[in-house]
Each structure stands twice: as structure tokens, then as C-alpha cells.
């Protein structure tokens, strides 16, 4: 079974610039994950999607940051304009269905604003 | 939001030792999850905890979850270096989400 594929590996951009991310979670899992992962710290929510919609996006800041799961599937995060607080690791997660399933992980997006 | 708090924030051991980390939470937990992650690498899942004091095992590793499903620990016995990694502990729900980890090394 395939994992959850993120893209891309790494990013480094300037600050005020935009980024996106895109996350492909594992087939058939409803629910999707975006995570920001700042270094030396435990994984923080943004925003859950369960299919094509928004179930939590309260820790999202959206006077940035946006994400949408077209068709309930692949997802894409984008920052714009980034900051530089906004360098960490993006990690995309997804499970079957819902809470209480286990959440598989992708390698991440290491994002440096400079 | 709240957070689960874990303790403690580092654990440097000799390999051999014994190690233990413990996730508490201000409010009753209806489940709680373990993940293990790896230098450079993302979280993987361990084991999720669901009744009153219920204790898992994992080989080497022990995960129990408290009476008043308040607080959880994971104990691993005889570390070894593949054990090197930081472990989170993770709750239900979206503003109870991951500890901050406890991050373990091991001496050969």
C-alpha cells in the first residue's frame, strides 16, 4: 500500500514570498491532516478535512495560510506571504476515518523562509 | 487550545537502561495515541489507548493508560540504540493535540 506522498521535499524562499504544498494521502482515507512542525516541537494542527470539507481549521492563520482538498483527495497548503517564523517541517497526515484511526504521516515539506 | 504535557522533555540513556515517558492531560481522555519519530524523519504510530488502565505491550515496550484516563506512559525496557527518536503522545481531539515529546538518546 502506497504512503502519503507530499511534494515537495523541501522549499526555501524569501519572505513575502508564496509557497504551496501538495499532499496525495493513501486511498480511500476520508480524513486529512495538515500539521506544522516547528523544529524542537511537537506537531501542530492547522486544519482537518474530512473529505472535501473543513472539519477544524481553528489554529489555521488565515491571513496567510489557505488550504483546500479539491474532490476529497489531494490536498494543497499554501502561505502567502510567508514569514519567517513560518520556517518548519509541513507534514501531511491522513486516516481512515476520522479521530480515533491511526494517522499515517508523509515525509514532510522542510520550508526555510530566509 | 490544550495541550497534553509530557514529561520529560529529554532522556539521555546508557544502552540497557530503562526508559519511561509520561503524557498528562488537564481533562479526561476518551483515547490516546503514542508516536515515535526519528531524527530527520516524520511520526509514526505506535499504539492507541482506549479503556480505564488498560496496558499494551510492544515487545520491549509498555504503554498504559491511567485509571481516570488522565494521564498515559510508555516504558521501554533494556534500551536500545534503534530506540533513538522522540515520542509523542497525542490527544483526541483537535485543541488536545501532540506533546511537545520527549527526546531520547541512547549510548551504546
Known amino acids: 500500500e502506497a504512503g502519503v506522498a507530499q511534494s515537495p521535499r523541501y522549499k526555501i524562499i524569501e519572505k513575502r514570498q508564496s509557497v504551496a504544498f501538495w499532499c496525495n494521502p493513501i486511498?480511500?482515507?476520508?480524513?486529512l491532516y495538515w500539521y506544522q512542525q516547528i523544529l524542537g516541537q511537537g506537531p501542530k494542527l492547522l486544519i482537518q478535512?474530512?473529505?472535501?470539507?473543513?472539519?477544524?481549521d481553528s489554529q489555521l492563520p488565515k491571513d496567510r495560510f489557505s488550504a483546500e482538498r479539491l474532490k476529497g483527495v489531494d490536498s494543497t497548503l499554501k502561505i502567502q506571504p510567508a514569514k519567517l517564523e513560518d520556517s518548519a517541517v509541513y507534514l501531511c497526515?491522513?486516516?481512515?476515518?476520522?479521530?480515533?484511526?491511526?494517522?499515517?504521516f508523509g515525509p514532510g515539506t522542510r520550508l526555510t523562509v530566509l | 487550545g490544550q495541550q497534553v504535557m509530557q514529561i520529560p522533555q529529554y532522556q539521555h540513556v546508557q544502552e540497557g537502561e530503562d526508559f519511561t515517558t509520561y503524557c498528562n492531560s488537564s481533562?479526561?481522555?476518551?483515547?490516546i495515541q503514542w508516536y515515535k519519530q526519528r531524527p530527520g524523519g516524520h511520526p509514526v504510530f505506535l499504539i492507541q489507548?482506549?479503556?480505564?488502565?488498560e496496558v499494551k505491550k510492544q515487545k520491549r515496550l509498555t504503554f498504559q493508560f491511567g485509571e481516570a484516563k488522565k494521564n498515559s506512559s510508555l516504558h521501554i525496557t533494556a534500551t536500545q540504540t534503534t530506540d533513538v527518536g522522540t515520542y509523542f503522545c497525542?490527544?483526541?481531539?483537535?485543541?488536545?493535540?501532540f506533546g511537545a515529546g520527549t527526546r531520547l538518546t541512547v549510548k551504546p
Open positions: 497526515a491522513s486516516s481512515l476515518n476520522g479521530d480515533t484511526d491511526t494517522q499515517y
Open positions: 486511498s480511500g482515507h476520508a480524513t
Open positions: 478535512f474530512q473529505n472535501n470539507g473543513v472539519v477544524d
Open positions: 481533562t479526561t481522555l476518551s483515547n
Open positions: 489507548l482506549v479503556k480505564s488502565g
Open positions: 497525542a490527544g483526541p481531539n483537535n485543541d488536545m493535540r
